[in-house]
């Protein structure tokens, strides 16, 4: 029995768990004292100016999370500059047919589809396939055990508990059998029952030689890399590294790419312009199914694409955690608090660095004045843009970006040639919640989660 079945069907006895409960308490404390007494105590920037801590044991992160995606960022960085120092928080076309008509059996109307709740159906079937050669069907059968799992340890993460935080900066708080973090390990199971199936699979199909059986999902190629003879034990990954990247692709690339999608459909329909423009490109391929280079050659597709991952970035931010002090200058210079123009920084080491993507793509120093505007057209001039990019690069840039467009080109290439999205009757408000991914809420409807009633109708 692992650790985990054990903490799941036996209590543990309460002694033990005070005990234990005390142990990560002053673990906790002596991380916390080292962290944000002994490591502030030293830093050499802390003459830069920022936004005063709400709180001691979440700094400004109240501020953050109740203000729209980048609007406290926006706000700070127009009253104490670009670089500025805060107190973090401890630190198919036939198949969206149907379910227009299945929202008109449903609700009684297709003024109002949530694009949301299909959008991430749509997104997570892609990325099933084209990830780690899984089925999840979600469009046609709501219901799949691995869908849920994944489901589960997504919204019992969003519970911004003081639990979660404490599981988050101290690792060992996770084997705390509070409810939720059983309801993590029963999706845990789930997954890793299923994952180990599925590497199990593609080992058998790289041993018997099959090309056509091993597949060109993500997971294949990592096990038939990983499997190389050529490789040195030490390069090996170990299946729970493999079963790893399973949990990454889906969790960095299935509401990435649905908000994205989301957001971009909500910008077309108040945007009719760009949407006639964007459907007059797209109706006339001659390919009800075009490949990658016809979808690549379609510039205004293209451009309306960058322009949604710029504007709305599905992921709004992003942090870096120095390995070496280093000494970096500004482009922009700052006042510090002592009234003195600061034109370097010296980054200690172990500090980490919030990269907000959101505001540098919104920044008109940048973009422009229209810069807050839903342009695709700024695009289609590369010259005027060079060097500007939706998300960041170096070794840790997003593995799935290029694959991203390409499937959100493909999507919406689909989508716009057949229906025509409009703002829905009744109108709602709507309402961008960040946690890690942007996503959209009816106001007033928080308890309802994530959605974006749109009105759609057939092209005629
Ligand atoms: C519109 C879609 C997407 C957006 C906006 C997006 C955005 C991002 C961002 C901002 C990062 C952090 C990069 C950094 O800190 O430099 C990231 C990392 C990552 N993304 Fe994406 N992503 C998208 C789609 C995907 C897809 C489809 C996949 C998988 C197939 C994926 C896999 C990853 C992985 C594995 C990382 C971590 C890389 C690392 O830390 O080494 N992403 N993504």
Redesign the pocket.
């Not at 939706?390 to 970006?401: L, S, T, W, Y």
């Given at each position: 029995m692992s650790i985990i079945d054990a903490l799941l069907h036996q209590p543990l006895p309460l002694p033990t768990l005070l005990q234990a409960v005390a142990g990560i308490v002053t673990l906790a404390v002596l991380a916390y004292l080292h962290r944000w007494v002994w490591v502030p105590y030293r830093l050499s920037y802390k003459n830069f100016p920022g936004p005063p801590s709400e709180s001691w044991l979440y700094g400004v992160f109240p501020s953050v999370m109740k203000a729209d995606p980048g609007k406290a960022h926006g706000e700070w960085m127009k009253e104490y500059g670009y670089t500025m120092w805060y107190k973090g928080f401890l630190g198919l076309r036939d198949i969206f047919r149907r379910i227009i008509a299945d929202a008109e059996n449903s609700n009684g109307s297709s003024d109002s589809v949530d694009v949301a709740y299909w959008l991430g159906k749509c997104t997570m079937d892609v990325?099933g396939l084209a990830?780690f050669d899984y089925d999840f069907n979600s469009l046609a059968v709501p219901d799949n055990e691995l869908a849920n799992a994944f489901h589960e340890m997504f919204s019992a993460d969003r519970q911004f508990t003081l639990m979660s935080i404490l599981a988050f900066v101290f690792p060992p708080a996770r084997y705390i059998p509070t409810r939720q973090m059983r309801t993590q390990w029963k999706a845990l199971a789930i997954q890793e029952r299923i994952g180990n199936a599925l590497i199990q699979k593609k080992k058998e199909a790289v041993l018997s030689g099959s090309v056509e059986k091993e597949g060109k999902d993500?997971l294949s190629i990592i096990v038939r890399a990983n499997m190389d003879p050529d490789l040195k034990p030490t390069q090996r990954m170990t299946d729970t590294e493999v079963l790893g990247q399973i949990t990454?692709?889906f969790l960095?690339?299935q509401e990435?790419?649905s908000n994205?999608l989301t957001w971009c459909l909500w910008q077309l329909a108040q945007h009719q312009d760009v949407q006639d423009k964007l459907r007059e490109e797209v109706a006339a391929v001659g390919d009800d199914y075009p490949g990658m280079d016809t979808l690549n050659s379609l510039t205004y597709l293209d451009a309306t694409v960058h322009e949604i991952?710029r504007l709305m970035?599905?992921?709004p931010s992003?942090?870096?955690d120095s390995r070496v002090e280093a000494t970096i200058p500004l482009a922009n210079p700052v006042k510090g608090r002592d009234g003195k123009m600061i034109h370097e920084i010296t980054i200690p080491k172990n500090t980490a660095i919030l990269?907000s993507?959101l505001n540098l793509n919104t920044t008109e120093d940048i973009w422009g004045t229209d810069a807050g505007e839903f342009r695709p057209e700024r695009w289609l001039n590369k010259e005027q843009i060079a060097g500007a990019s939706?998300?960041?690069?170096?070794?840790?840039?997003?593995?799935?970006?290029r694959?991203?467009i390409m499937?959100?080109k493909a999507i919406l290439f689909v989508l716009i040639r057949n229906f025509v999205f409009d703002l829905p009757t009744p109108s709602v408000e709507i309402e961008k919640k960040t946690s890690l991914v942007t996503r959209p809420f009816v106001k007033g409807q928080r308890e309802k989660g994530p959605q974006m009633p749109l009105a759609i109708r057939v092209v005629s």
């Open positions: 990325i990830g993500l990454t692709f960095a690339g990435t790419s994205a991952l970035a599905p992921v992003t942090r870096r990269m993507i939706a998300v960041p690069g170096g070794p840790r840039a997003c593995i799935g970006f694959f991203a499937e959100i």
